[in-house]
């Protein structure tokens, strides 16, 4: 057996790169497009883009990797049941339950990685991943800076520059700065910089004079000043900080209410945390289902397609059915339970019907029976 179970295991795994890569491949171009846009027209590095493009990786993977292990557990059986492979397995006395304990523990493998990637791997991947986006977006386009050109880089903040000594650095500036109703702020610098400090574009000058002039008022004060950091963002009063993501939280944090914003906030914050917490059993859940549904009653070429169908759409309800509960914890926090129960249920049910597939299989036949009769009584 231990050689069968290893077998099913090598085969499940080479299917589940291949269907896991498949999906990514189509996620990560859809994102990638979407980024590469981002970052030419912000002039930003490779190392940018390769941030952006990879670093949500581990948020996809809370959705692809369960449906790539669902999907590698039934075109394995499928495979056998084409090669008649499983038919000799059956004819050699093998159970369902015995079948299914290699896709189980691929399951439960699945969901080890998956509670490492929730709860390790997301939190610090993406908050690298949203640092990154907002400096990017925060920075100056090198295609808006141009030498000898008055350029506006947002509502009433003028800039002029003689000459861009590099990407982020330039030289003899001119700023003038009216986004405050009653001044007019007018700076000229040697030089200057632009950088990303606690989450906020500021531009450092270099060896310049601040003239600041009260509208109204004919007689402005002047400064020298050896360096000065003009905040350059549109906001002024302190709220352009960068929005933190749920998904760079831990699930502590996310379960804590004194660290919600609002108490409205809070429901979501819990989602979330269960739901991050709740995800990775879906792994185990749908392994189980694909075997109950596949190897219960007596499977053959015939009906194959008929069973696969029919796993899909179980699949696609378990996983909708996780969703839909995550939004009612939202509304209704002490719901939390059903997030768990909705994985845990259907995996407990799928499992009794391994271990019992006689009684399973005489089950479904009845009740197959009954909606059948009840149709043509109709009729």
């Known amino acids: 057996m231990f050689h069968l179970h290893a077998y099913l295991i090598r085969q499940q795994t080479v299917s589940l790169f291949m269907v896991l890569l498949g999906l990514l491949i189509i996620v990560w171009l859809n994102h990638s497009l979407k980024v590469l846009e981002l970052v030419v027209n912000k002039g930003a590095s490779f190392t940018a883009f390769f941030k952006l493009s990879f670093l949500p990786l581990p948020l996809w993977l809370m959705v692809a990797l369960p449906l790539a292990c669902f999907c590698a557990i039934i075109w394995v059986i499928y495979r056998l049941v084409s090669d008649r492979e499983l038919v000799v397995m059956q004819a050699a006395g093998i159970s369902p339950i015995q079948f299914a304990i290699a896709p189980i523990l691929f399951g439960l493998a699945t969901t080890f990685i998956l509670f490492v990637n929730s709860i390790i791997l997301l939190p610090n991947a993406f908050s690298i991943f949203k640092q990154t986006q907002f400096e990017v977006r925060a920075s100056i386009p090198k295609v808006l800076i141009q030498d000898k050109v008055f350029v506006d880089l947002g509502k009433d903040l003028t800039l002029y520059i003689n000459k861009r000594k590099s990407e982020q650095e330039v030289n003899q500036v001119f700023i003038q700065d009216s986004r405050t109703d009653e001044v007019i702020v ?35 004060a002047t400064l020298n000043f050896a360096t000065h950091s003009l905040d350059i963002s549109q906001q002024t009063d302190g709220t352009n900080s960068r929005f933190i993501d749920a998904n760079e939280e831990s699930i502590a944090d996310l379960m804590d209410r004194d660290k919600a914003e609002t108490d409205f906030r809070f429901p979501q914050r819990l989602a979330m945390a269960h739901y991050r917490l709740a995800a990775p059993l879906q792994a185990v859940a749908l392994a189980l ?8 009653g007596r499977l053959t070429r015939a009906n194959i397609i008929r069973r696969m169908v029919i796993a899909a759409i179980a699949g696609i309800l378990l996983q909708t059915l996780v969703v839909l509960t995550r939004g009612m914890i939202a509304d209704i926090p002490q719901s939390w339970p059903l997030i768990y129960l909705a994985s845990l249920a259907p995996a407990v049910m799928c ?8 009684k399973t299989a005489r089950t479904v036949q009845s009740l197959f029976r009954f909606s059948l009769n009840s149709g043509s009584q109709r009729a």
């Open 186 to 220: 007018t700076y000229t610098s040697e030089s200057g910089a632009f950088k990303i400090i606690d989450d906020r574009p500021v531009f450092i000058l270099t060896n310049g004079q601040r003239v600041e002039t009260r509208r109204g008022s004919s007689e402005p």
């Open 351 to 358: 499992l009794a019907a391994l271990l019992r597939p006689e």
């Open 289 to 296: 289902l694909a075997s109950a549904i596949m190897l219960v």
